[in-house]
Structure formats: structure tokens, C-alpha cells
């Protein structure tokens, strides 16, 4: 009888180790999993490969026709939600309508409000429109800055090849920081004319919103004769 204990006494020890090997599988599946997801969850996203168009034209940070009767510049921020919304869904019929047209000169400026990561981003473009890219890359730095890690050095230069840059002269212009006093210049005269948020826009010296933006251009369209 006692042999017979020790065998159901065995085969039950058996059964618990089997059990708690179960278990610790379990556990680490689940350590796993959850691993997992918080890593997909805090890494940078990867960048937007949608294909980014231009503008006719481009010179710098400008675009248009410098003689055009009205001048528009525009004082933005790459951390600035209304700003995005603007570059992303307003500015392309903007170019379309007064710019290609010969009414408009547009020419795009940076209000930093302090030297954060936006500073980053802001720099990018800067070196971009050195090669006529610059509304390009604004496009790009826009399209991704809902993204965590958008405005990384990796990002950066993701961004960089996807414009299909020269990234030899990309990178010495952000290595060097010498955007960095154009940046900072655009931002003095910004607080010089007034300008005290973003998007906000200069129209041959009249200051608005973007919600008054067309109404002042044609207003300008029609003091100048067209």
C-alpha cells in the first residue's frame, strides 16, 4: 500500500511541476506580448513615403514671380497644429490661384518661439531651400509631425533622401548650423512687424489670419489695379 502512495504521490508531484511549467510558459508569452506592444508603441513611427510635390518656380523659401503687385509672407511654426493644416491643405490652392497666376509672391518664414526640437525641423527646410526644395520638405516635416520621433536625425535624413537631395551638401548645412542665423533673423523680423502667433501673414504690409488671408490678397489685387 505504501508502494502504491509513493507512485500517486509521484505522479502527482509530476502533474504539478508540468502545471507550473505551463504557468511559467504562460507568464513569459505573456511578458513577451506586452513587450512587444510597447515597443511598437514608443518606437518612432517610420516616415510618410508619400510622394511630395513642389512648386513652379521655387527660389529659397519663395515661390512666384518677385515683380507679382502682392507679396505674402507667411510666419509659421513646425510645432504649430493650425499651421500644418494651412501647409497641407490650404497653401497648394493658394499657389494655384494667386501664385501660378502672377498675382502673388509667396515667400515662407519661420516664427521660432524657443529653440526646441521644432528648431530641428525648422533647420531641415532651411537647408533644403538651398537646393530649391524647401516647400518640399516643409510638406514632409508637416505630413510626419504627429509622429513620435518625427523630427529626429534619422527622420531628417529619411526625409532627405526621399526628396532625392544631395545629402553630402544636406548634411553639411545642418552639421554646421548654418541656417541657424537665417532662422533666428526671420524670427526677430517677425516680432518686429507685430507678429505675435502662427500662421499669421504679411500682405504687402497688412498684417492677418490665415481666416482673412484671401479677402486681404484681393483686397491688395484690387488698390494695385489687377
Known amino acids: 500500500m505504501a508502494q502504491k502512495m509513493t507512485q500517486r504521490e509521484l505522479l ?9 511549467k505551463r504557468t511559467i510558459t504562460l507568464l513569459i508569452g505573456a511578458f513577451v506580448l506586452v513587450a512587444a506592444v510597447l515597443l511598437v508603441y514608443f518606437l518612432p513611427r517610420l516616415p510618410s513615403v508619400s510622394k511630395v510635390e513642389g512648386y513652379a518656380n521655387q ?20 510645432g504649430c497644429s493650425h499651421c500644418r493644416t494651412f501647409a497641407l491643405e490650404n497653401e497648394e490652392q493658394l499657389v494655384k490661384d494667386y501664385v501660378e497666376t502672377g498675382k502673388v509672391y509667396f515667400t515662407y518664414k519661420v516664427f521660432q518661439f524657443s529653440e526646441d526640437e521644432t528648431m530641428k525641423a525648422a533647420e531641415a527646410a532651411y537647408c533644403a531651400g538651398e537646393q530649391n526644395q524647401f516647400f518640399e520638405m516643409q510638406k514632409l516635416l508637416f505630413q510626419n509631425s504627429t509622429f513620435a520621433g518625427a523630427y529626429a536625425d534619422s527622420s531628417i535624413s529619411s526625409y532627405a533622401k526621399q526628396l532625392e537631395l544631395n545629402t553630402t551638401e544636406f548634411n553639411q548645412c545642418m552639421e554646421s548650423d548654418a541656417q541657424l542665423a537665417n532662422i533666428r533673423a526671420d524670427t526677430d523680423y517677425a516680432r518686429n512687424l507685430g507678429i505675435t502667433g502662427t500662421p499669421m501673414f504679411d500682405v504687402n504690409g497688412t498684417i492677418v489670419y490665415s481666416t482673412t488671408l484671401i479677402e486681404t490678397i484681393e483686397a491688395a489685387l484690387a488698390a494695385s489695379g489687377n
Open 59 to 78: 527660389s529659397g523659401q519663395s515661390v512666384g514671380d518677385p515683380n507679382a503687385p502682392v507679396k505674402v509672407v507667411e510666419f509659421s511654426n513646425f
Open 12 to 20: 502527482r508531484t509530476q502533474r504539478e511541476k508540468e502545471s507550473r
